[in-house]
Each structure stands twice: as C-alpha cells, then as structure tokens.
C-alpha cells in the first residue's frame, strides 16, 4: 500500500458549472486530443465509428433529462478524476504507480510501474479510472500537467484542454486551495458540492448545480441506501445522480 503525502495548500481542480453545460462534447473531444500526444503511448480507440466503439477516455459527458412539459430540463453531468485530498486510488495502488503530488495536490499514474491490476479503478467511486486495453496500463485525466506548466504555450493556453475548448465557459480552472481564488469564489457564491461527499475522499473538482427551476433540486442530498446498492462505485454514482436529479 501506497502512504499519502502530506496535505498541500494548493489545490489546483475544476469547477463544473451544471447549469451552463450544453454537452457539446467539446472538452471530452480535447480531452483525448492532447493526451493521446501526452501519454508514453496514444489513447486507444476502437472501431470508433462502427456500431461497438471502445476505447480510453479521461473525461465523459452524460445527460439527464427530467421534468415533464414546460418543466422538463435537461442536465448534462461531465466526470473525470476529481483530484481527492485523500483517494483510495493512491492507498490501493500495489505498486506506488498511482500517487499525489505535494506541490499542487494533483493524482496522477506513473504509467512505467503501473501493472494494470486496475484496483484503483475498483477503488474509485467515482468510475475516473479508465484501463487502456492496448498500453495495459490506467489511464485517468491529469488536469493536463504537461500543459498548465508549460512556459513555451502562450499563457492563456496553460489552462486544462478541456477549459479552453468549452465554449460556454462551464469549466474553470484554479487553484480551490486558495480562498480568495475565482474558482472558490464561484463555489462559496454558488453553493458548490462535493460530489458523493460521504464517501469522505474530499474530491477538489467541485460541481455548481444548477440555478433554482420550476423542478425543485437537491444536489447535496446524501444518497439513501436504497439508491447505493449497484454493484460497482459508478453503478452507484449514476443511481445517486438519477434521483437527485429527478426529485
């Protein structure tokens, strides 16, 4: 088993704004562009346009649609590693492959000594953990490292592909250890959640729901243990979102 590292004030993360998201695709799309270049081998892909594609991507859009009539909404839920303070992927990882930097609190894969026994998959409730079938190693988002450091790309382009590919704005980036930072402000203005908090892996992406509607929604509700009783952590997440999001 892999020992944390001790907390860091920085917190670099996202901030997912629910109510502005049209789920365009657009940051999935830049998503698997830039890391298939950034990765030791490209993202796989699978018969991408036959009737069965498969393949490794590090952020995936889902839709919801509730209401009935002129009170029908839709809500598109984008999900990728949300960066915990304290996640169970580092802590299973047999090899030290999974781990977490100190100096600004991001999770990555270190893909030379990962062994692809997917138990951080196994462990993450969140289902951030993709297995790449060609490389044999997991693969997850790495709030493109290689990228927000970057001193030869112009400044507003060291932000995460997936920020500037989105062409509402729903996705900032920032540093959410910093109070005083725009993406806290946002959250502390807007009411930002943890998503499945009581999972207690403090996750530092943070989800602003979406603005008050004739259908009334409660994103920080705990889920009941009717609705945990999937078989897998996303089977669980996704029957968490489907009742929160239809009540």
């Known amino acids: 088993m892999t020992t944390l590292p001790p907390a860091t004030d920085k917190k670099l993360g996202l901030v997912i704004d629910l109510d502005i998201c049209v789920g365009c695709q657009a940051c999935a799309t830049s998503c698997k562009e830039w ?4 990765y030791s081998a490209p993202l796989s892909d699978h018969d991408p346009y036959g009737a069965d594609p498969s393949g490794a991507w590090l952020n995936r859009i889902h839709s919801y649609e509730f209401g009935e009539g002129a009170a029908a909404k839709t809500v598109h839920f984008p ?3 949300l960066h915990c303070e304290t996640p169970d992927c580092v ?26 026994c997917k138990l951080c998959s196994w462990a993450c409730p969140y289902g951030a953990r993709e ?35 989105c062409p509402t704005g729903a996705r900032a980036f920032g540093d959410l250890g910093d109070p005083d930072s725009d993406v806290s402000r946002s959250v502390a203005a807007r009411d930002g959640f943890n ?15 979406p ?21 897998t952590a996303i089977e669980k997440l996704f029957a968490w979102v489907d009742r929160t999001l239809s009540s």
């Open 35 to 38: 890391n298939t270049g950034g």
């Open 211 to 231: 603005r008050k509607t004739s259908v009334p929604l409660d994103l920080s509700e705990t889920p009941p243990p009717e609705t945990a009783t999937g078989t």
């Open 79 to 81: 999900r990728s590693c």
């Open 131 to 165: 297995y790449d079938h060609d490389d044999g190693v997991m693969k997850k988002c790495t709030l493109c490292v290689d990228r927000i450091y970057n001193e030869t790309l112009a400044e507003e382009d060291r932000i995460p592909a997936c920020v500037r590919a």
């Open 91 to 116: 802590t299973v990882c047999p090899t030290g492959a999974s781990y977490k930097r100190v100096e600004d609190g991001i999770v990555l894969v270190n893909p030379d000594t990962c062994i692809g």
């Open 195 to 209: 998503l499945l908090d009581e999972f207690g892996y403090r996750p530092v992406n943070k989800y602003l729901p």
